[in-house]
Nanobody, 125 residues
């Protein structure tokens, strides 16, 4: 059974950091492109970051560029999202998604096949 499970969310103050993890099971991470998405209350879901299947191509939303870093450890079947200098507007449920074999670009949101349940990130003083 293919499964993605996010963890690492929590409540932090502005300027602090969090590292989210997306642990995948039931498939080989190395063959999949991964996207990180977030959805704040009353807002539409937005793509935060994505990485192609090779791990050699990564894209970030303008709102997080320079603050967030996506990485993957295929041996551990885990994808990470390091979030630094967090702001209140980063508050949202963060989810990861997977799609088989996409190289050199991000997949469209509607094309991702597998999604995790999400982890809550709250940035507040």
């Amino acid at each position: 059974q293919l499964q993605l499970v996010e963890s690492g969310g929590g409540l932090v103050q502005p300027g602090e950091s969090l590292r989210l993890s997306c642990i995948v099971s039931g498939f080989t991470l190395a063959n999949y492109a991964i996207g990180w998405f977030r959805q704040a209350p009353g807002e539409r879901r937005e793509e935060v970051s994505c990485m192609d299947s090779t791990g050699g191509w990564t894209k970030y939303a303008d709102s997080v560029k320079g603050r967030f870093t996506m990485s993957r450890d295929n041996a551990e079947n885990t994808v990470y999202l390091q979030m630094n200098s967090l702001k209140p507007e980063d508050t949202a449920i963060y989810s990861c998604a997977a799609l088989y074999w996409v190289v050199g670009r991000c997949a469209k949101e509607e094309n991702y096949d597998y999604w995790g349940q999400g982890t809550q990130v709250t940035v507040s003083s």
